[in-house]
């Protein structure tokens, strides 16, 4: 299994950028997927969450300013993220939390990251 996370860049404030998040490999089924952020010296928080029946959770910092989908025919989830902030700056990661194998295992694999700047 394997997600590649794409789309980062740098915007000035205001602007805004989609990140996208595509799983391949052999899985049974996607539980959820998400996206975490891990700016310079903060732990890592969850961004948005996207689950199999499309629910989604988003961080109160960003309401109304990101919207996580999903297309399940491409195995691909997205974050669109509209009004960044200079405090958005940080390296978006992709989860999934998946089941696997001949015996439906759970387990969460990450993408590698995507560097998102927002700056003047």
């Known amino acids: 299994v394997q997600l590649q996370a794409s789309g980062g860049g740098s915007v000035q404030p205001g602007g805004s950028l989609r990140l996208s998040c595509t799983l391949t490999?052999?899985?049974?089924?996607?539980?959820?997927m998400a996206w975490y952020r891990e700016a310079p010296g903060k732990p890592v928080e969850l961004v948005a969450q996207?689950?199999?029946?499309?629910?989604?959770k988003y961080a109160d910092f960003v309401k109304g300013r990101f919207s996580i989908f999903r297309d399940n025919a491409r195995n691909t989830m997205y974050l669109q993220m509209y009004m960044l902030k200079p405090e958005d700056t940080a390296v978006y990661y992709c989860n999934a939390d998946l089941k696997y194998g001949l015996n439906d295992g759970r387990g969460m694999f990450w993408g590698q990251g995507t560097q998102v700047t927002v700056s003047s």
């Open positions: 996207i689950t199999s029946s499309r629910t989604t």
């Open positions: 490999g052999n899985f049974n089924f996607i539980e959820s």
